[in-house]
């Protein structure tokens, strides 16, 4: 799938969230110069076409009481990684579950990782004994990284904004651009995602 400038410009201007509005699409629209309407439209068919999984919002989970939370690794077997990931992932207490290759060169063993919040440390504890009991994983190698301190937390951002924000002819050459761009925008490269 290739995303043309409008749908890159509607991505960078969501992807740090929407305002807390009756119509948090509206200042969107009027940014892209087109109407509330297409912008609405045009993600639906970005989430049809499943480059958008979904809408949410990231929330600060300590101040919600979640005080607690670890990363937890894990030493899967590599043909049964798949299956394990996809039991470990249908807990509504795991909010990552994800694959990484090992690292032996660097005496790391683990290949699957998973992050589990908590009110406290022995609520996450309690939650990976729960996952490790239910799924007979006794014999699995693993290990909960509890975080000690938070230093950022927010969506992932795909598209810088900042290639959106030069404006004029004189800004849009210099940047390698054409002048008769349809949407006054910088040209940049297609993406394809798959």
Known sequence: MTLDLLDQKLIALIQDGLELTRKPFARVAR??????QRVIERLQ???????????????????LGFKANAMVVWDIPDDQVEEVARKIASFNCVTLCYQRPRRPEQQWNY??????????????????HDIVDM?????????????????KQRGARYIDPQQFSQTGPAARQSAGCSA??????PRVAQHVYG
Do not use: A, C, W
Request: glycine share 8%; hydrophobic share 35%.
């Open 135 to 151: 799924l007979e994983l006794d014999n699995i190698h693993y290990q909960p990284l509890f975080s000690t301190r938070r230093f």
């Open 111 to 128: 290949n699957l990782f998973s992050m589990i919040h908590g009110k406290d440390r022995e609520s996450v504890l309690q939650r990976l």
């Open 45 to 63: 068919q970005l989430k049809d076409e499943g480059i958008i999984k979904r809408l949410g919002v990231v929330v600060r989970h300590k101040e």
């Open 31 to 36: 940014q892209m110069g087109v109407s509330e």
């Open 180 to 185: 008769d761009n349809d949407f006054g925008l």
